[in-house]
């Protein structure tokens, strides 16, 4: 199994743009999270899909963040718009059920806002 | 609000030497406890569970958990160049699918 993919690796982009992170997990996963890293708050839930219902949002910094999950093998997360705050790294991960198994990062997408 | 707290180092051990990674955490009613391992520039991969308290071996690596102290270490043997990362602790706070991330501690082992 190619692992949990990630895209784009990178995204730089200027205030006030959308931005898109794409997320593919593990075939036959079913709980699927995506994370925020940064130096000052270190690693972060988001948001916590199982089965590709949302369950727990509350993580999500505020109402500019979305993410969706149409289909078990994939998921986005979309900031619109955009704020220089937002930069930082982004992980997808996912397991087969969720912390019970071990969690699979994918490579991360760095998100730079200028 | 549920912390996990570690000590940010680096921690700076020689070759062959036991490292020592500690971390606590102030969720009394967490169950599951979690040591990642991340690289430079790459994602976070998951080395150890545990649950008891007590030890846990597996290979070169030892956690250790003590529920009435509130804290989790994780030992390293025979520490090599390549276990040079920082050591991510997780606790579950009793949720099945929630964890609280510690913000790591550097550890840099010197040939």
């Known amino acids: 199994d190619a692992g949990v993919i990630q895209s784009p690796r990178h995204e730089v982009t200027e205030m006030g743009q959308e931005v898109t992170l794409r997320c593919k997990p593990i075939s036959g996963h079913n709980s699927l999270f995506w994370y925020r890293q940064t130096m000052m708050r270190g690693l972060e839930l988001l948001i916590y899909?199982?089965?590709?219902?949302?369950?727990?949002d509350s993580g999500m910094p505020e109402d500019r963040f979305s993410a969706k999950m149409p289909n078990a093998s994939f998921s986005t997360l979309k900031i619109q718009p955009s704020e220089p705050r937002d930069s930082a790294v982004y992980f997808c991960?996912?397991?087969?059920?969720?912390?019970?198994?071990?969690?699979?990062f994918g490579s991360g997408t760095q998100l730079s806002v200028l | 609000q549920k912390e996990v707290e570690q000590n940010s180092g680096p921690l700076s051990v020689p070759e062959g030497a036991i490292a020592s990674l500690n971390c606590t955490y102030s969720d009394r009613g967490s169950q599951s406890f979690f040591w990642y391992r991340q690289y430079s520039g790459k994602s976070p991969e998951l080395i150890m569970s545990i649950y008891s308290n007590g030890d846990k071996e597996d290979g070169r690596f030892t956690a250790q958990l003590n529920k009435a102290s509130q804290y989790v270490s994780l030992l390293i043997r025979d520490s090599q160049p390549s276990d040079s990362a920082t050591y991510l602790c997780?606790?579950?706070?009793?949720?099945?699918?929630?964890?609280?991330f510690g913000k790591g501690t550097l550890l840099t082992v010197n040939p």
């Open positions: 997780a606790d579950s706070g009793g949720s099945n699918y929630k964890l609280t």
């Open positions: 991960a996912s397991s087969l059920q969720g912390i019970g198994e071990k969690l699979f």
């Open positions: 899909f199982n089965n590709n219902v949302p369950i727990d």
